[in-house]
């Protein structure tokens, strides 16, 4: 092993922990495109969004301007049972790939929900709670956002309905019981509970459903109940400013130890993690104050940065969300059911969009096997169980190490380890079988999705 003073596992003490979210919107020169409302296509104002999402959340949504925001105690206090979330030196993956670089992973599964949607699904439970609502709906694709909404709103005794993507409820029984476990109702989308699940099943039937149909339905769900409120587990600007307590927890124990890292790489499906993993770091480029690379990985089979256009779309198939400009492949694409479920949103933070139109992130794509073979080298040498999601992560930066070695660069790269495989045995067996394929949309499949981006 290499000689070096760094440990193994960096864990922060309490008191390090953030006691602000970070609102990487204050400091962009150029801001995120505004949300439309998707009937008038005026700008949505604070009243509108109020009648989708929470009060506080709402505002958050629309808050440019605050750098920083506090953290509530109560949030803070749940955050310590599972944070400071810690950041591991891939020492043994550096070793075996015999490469100069210097790895780091910011692991986000080490809760019982297995991944980082639980840093913002207590934000959007206690805030949920705060305003005397009874309960909230959401959508899950993977289950990991379901299954992270259900901890949290047990824990602040709130009602949790959850309409999971239908190739999902059917792969991942398990995850469907552990939010069962925690008290959350769970129905398979598109489903014949509400009117766009109807018109979507007429359309489309047998479909396995996606993340933007179960959204639909969701919303669907909160807006004839009174003392419901829709709650989402990314894309949205307030979900980022949630998520950004993986990057302040990053920066501060880097900066621990005095590492600069100079690679930073996420995988994106809503762009969530990402967002927060990258906000404190992209903050300094934004401020001329340091550079950095920034990686954003995506499935081959669901390309909305490298694929998409950067245009005003729905953000979900029922067309009733705010309009938001984003790297989209249209609201109506059907993803194909790979295994990535999280993976599978057809648009992308309208924050990430912003600075990937602005040259400042760069953009990758890989296919859904070479996904799994570097998830199983990662286990079989790490130790370390990952998520087909954040193994795209991992894709990345075991390509980026070998680039090392054959530059001979001693380049640091950190990325984001979103969360555990542990509900993803089926994909694992799958490729463990050799009966996993590959997916890759054709561009007119892509063209013919985009051309129904609104006007
Ligand atoms: C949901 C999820 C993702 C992708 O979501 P983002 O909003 O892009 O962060 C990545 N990894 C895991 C484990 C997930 O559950």
Redesign the pocket.
């Known amino acids: 092993m290499k000689e070096n003073k760094i440990p193994y596992k960096i864990y922060l003490e309490e008191g390090e922990m953030p006691k602000y979210w970070y609102n990487l919107r204050a400091d962009m020169p150029i801001k995120p495109a505004p949300l439309l409302n998707p009937i008038t296509k005026e700008p949505v104002t604070l009243k509108e969004l109020e009648q989708i999402f929470c009060s506080e959340l709402a505002a958050q949504e629309l808050n440019e301007t605050d750098a920083y925001i506090e953290i509530p105690q109560e949030i803070r206090d749940f955050y310590k049972m599972y944070r400071p979330s810690p950041l591991v030196r891939a020492y043994c993956l550096e070793e075996k790939l015999q490469t100069p670089a210097k790895i780091y992973y910011k692991f986000e599964g080490n809760n019982t929900s297995g ?3 639980l840093n913002s699904a207590i934000a959007q439970a206690y805030y949920a709670k705060k305003q005397g609502l009874k309960g909230v709906t959401t959508e899950t694709g ?1 289950g ?2 379901g299954t992270a909404l259900s901890m949290a709103c047990s824990y602040f005794d709130l009602d949790c309905k959850v309409f999971m993507v239908k190739c999902s409820y059917e792969q991942k029984p398990f995850r469907r019981e552990v939010m069962r476990t925690y008290g959350a109702s769970v129905t398979p989308s598109p489903s014949m509970e509400t009117e766009v699940g109807k018109q979507i099943l007429k359309e489309h039937p047998g479909t396995t459903g996606s993340l933007g149909c179960a959204i639909s339905e969701a919303v669907e769900t909160a807006s004839k109940n009174s003392d419901y409120r829709y709650v989402l ?2 894309v949205m600007s307030m979900v980022s400013l949630h998520q950004s307590v993986i990057g302040l927890e990053t920066k501060t124990a880097l900066e621990k130890y005095g590492v600069t890292p100079d690679i930073i790489i996420g ?8 967002a927060g993993l990258v906000a404190p770091f992209m903050g300094e480029v934004l401020r001329g104050e340091k550079n950095y690379r920034f990686i954003a990985v995506e499935p081959a089979s669901c390309p909305s940065f490298t694929r998409g256009k950067y245009a005003y779309d729905y953000s979900d198939t029922g067309r009733i969300c705010p309009l938001s400009k984003m790297y989209t492949l249209g609201s109506g694409y059907m993803p194909a059911s790979t295994h990535a479920g ?2 599978r949103y057809h648009g992308m933070s309208s924050i990430l969009s912003e600075l990937y139109n602005e040259g400042l992130i760069e953009g990758k794509t890989v296919t859904q096997t070479e996904v799994f073979a570097a998830a199983q080298q990662f286990a079989r040498i790490e130790g370390l169980l990952p ?1 087909p ?2 193994a795209h992560a991992i894709k990345a930066a075991i390509d980026e190490a070998i680039k090392c070695k054959e530059t001979g660069e001693e380049k640091t790269i950190v990325f984001g380890l ?2 555990t495989g542990y509900f993803d045995m089926y994909a694992y067996q799958k490729f463990n079988d050799g009966v996993m394929s590959d997916y890759i949309p054709t561009d007119e499949e892509i063209n013919q999705s985009l051309s129904k981006l609104p006007q």
């Open positions: 991944s980082h949607k993977a990991q956002w587990g990314s995988c994106a499906g809503g762009g969530s993690n990402l999280g993976l998520a999601e954040s979103t969360g």
